[in-house]
């Protein structure tokens, strides 16, 4: 496994609140990934990292952004969160572009 | 943009028989094709991936094909068992948006129901 850690587990906040989640891992994996997952939507890609510093938008990437100051990390924040943003948040590393993607546990996110 | 289809219905079959899932694509050549299995409340799992260049792949009771003149992909669990019950996620690998650097474009998923 990838060792991938994803934090919070769950989390119900207020719409307008800003959330982080976090994203942590232990396989020094160069390629890191947020996905949102809702149903009748598959998974979703919002944002990804292909270094220490380097960005880049997905599918879905309005409203969040996204910072990786160390390899092992990654935060997805919500800055002023709203309903639509209520989903179930994965994060998924990437070693080499034909290996597979590891993923976390997912957090649970409810923005009422 | 790119499209991938999956089977939307759930896949209903009995204990033993050979569960074969379908998945689709539009508008675009990937250079290979990844599977992943998803149990609920849990991340997706990869189980197999397979390059442009290969007809089939196979991983114990699971085989997969790959057709990219018919751009679809294949996959097959023979001798199918109650604990195979699970979503079924197909992927894409497509270049980003401005790095050009790979993602995974995932289909919705199709969800294999296997009873005893």
């Known amino acids: 496994d990838a060792g991938i850690t994803q934090s919070p587990r769950h989390k119900v906040t207020e719409t307008g609140t800003p959330v982080t989640l976090r994203c942590h891992q232990t396989?020094?994996?160069?390629?890191m990934y947020w996905y949102r997952q809702d149903p009748g939507h598959g998974l979703r890609l919002i944002h990804y990292?292909?270094?220490?510093?380097?960005?880049d938008k997905g599918e879905v990437s309005d409203g969040y952004s996204v910072s990786r100051s160390k390899t092992e990390d990654f935060l997805l924040t919500l800055e002023s969160a709203t309903s639509s943003q209520t989903s179930v948040y994965f994060c998924?590393?990437?070693?080499?572009?034909?290996?597979?993607?590891?993923f976390g546990d997912g957090t649970r996110l409810s923005i009422l | 943009s790119q499209k991938i289809e999956q089977n939307s219905e759930a896949l209903n079959i009995q204990e033993g028989k050979t569960a074969t899932l379908t998945c689709n694509y539009t508008n675009y050549s990937p250079a290979y094709l990844q599977w992943y299995r998803q149990d609920p409340g849990r991340g997706p799992v990869f189980l197999l991936l397979?390059?442009?260049?290969?007809k089939e792949k196979r991983k114990e009771r699971l085989k997969v094909t790959f057709d990219t003149t018919l751009k679809q992909s294949l996959f097959h669990i023979t001798a199918s068992q109650p604990a195979d019950s699970a979503t079924y996620l197909c992927a894409l690998d497509m270049p980003g948006v401005n790095s050009g650097y790979s993602t995974l474009t995932f289909g919705k998923g199709t969800m294999l129901l296997v009873s005893p």
């Open positions: 998924a590393t990437w070693g080499q572009h034909n290996q597979p993607q590891h």
């Open positions: 396989e020094n994996h160069r390629y």
């Open positions: 397979i390059r442009e260049n290969e």
């Open positions: 990292s292909y270094g220490v510093k380097d960005t």
